[in-house]
């Protein structure tokens, strides 16, 4: 049986889950000021197995489910994700400074690259990062940056 989350991901088309109301496809066409504005999203493209503070009714991801994506097309469909929350930060400033929501998106991104196996994606996100903080010269939190390594490296926050 299909979980939630593969559900969400392998039908990215034609998803009609009842307890969120977007598909991929959708996410896929949200503006910045889209992704900026929902919160709801964020849980669904970068699933954890942690419950969400803010979206406790998103489902959470399943060691079935990391085997599933890794024998199917949704990892794919993940790193696009990444390539997309990432433009995102990209072209947007508001999200650099001490402290901001984008910032529990960035480690929950990062957490789910790791339990989903990718390791050398989650080091290059961080790396990528790290570069933009450095070109900016604005000022992200040390408590921030401590919480995305925790999430690569599994360092004590």
Known sequence: ???????????????????????LKQIREFSDEDLEATHNYIQWIFPTNEPSEYNPEAPLLTED?????????????????????MGFLKRNLGWRKGFDHNHLRITRMLKCL??????EEAEAVLSELAIHHRRSGLAISTKSWKFWRAAVFGEEQ
């Open 114 to 119: 790791m339990l989903m196996g990718l390791v």
């Open 1 to 23: 049986m299909m979980s939630n989350i593969t559900h969400f991901y392998s039908h990215g088309e034609d998803y009609t889950g009842e307890d969120f109301p977007y598909s």
């Open 65 to 85: 489910d990391v085997h599933e994506f890794h024998n199917s097309g949704m990892m794919l469909e993940l790193l696009e994700s990444v390539r997309q929350y």
